[in-house]
């Protein structure tokens, strides 16, 4: 699962993220699918290890929804911070 994470990740790395968020984040994206998987009711672990073409292309809607988000978050603190600074020096 975190070899797919990373490997999917990856594409927006240098865009989106520095080495130490890269990790974070690839980290917590794992730890919410191997939750989800852990609470599903037919939870076998060797089904993680031998995955599907469904369960890869569930992960990777997951992931892409999620940086999505992040691009969201991103772009919204970023114009935040700009209309921040525009408000601070008024125009005369």
Avoid: C, W
């Amino acid at each position: 699962v975190a070899d797919l994470v990373v490997k999917l990740l990856s594409q927006h790395k240098s865009t989106l993220f520095t080495h130490e968020s890269f990790k974070h984040e690839a980290r917590k994206i794992t730890k919410i699918v191997m939750e989800k998987e852990h609470k599903s009711p037919n939870y076998d672990p060797q089904r993680l290890i031998d995955m599907g073409s469904s369960k890869q292309t569930k992960i990777h809607e997951f992931v892409k929804t999620y940086v999505q988000r992040l691009l969201e978050r991103s772009t919204a603190a970023t114009t935040a911070t700009g209309s921040e600074a525009a408000d601070s020096n008024p125009a005369r």
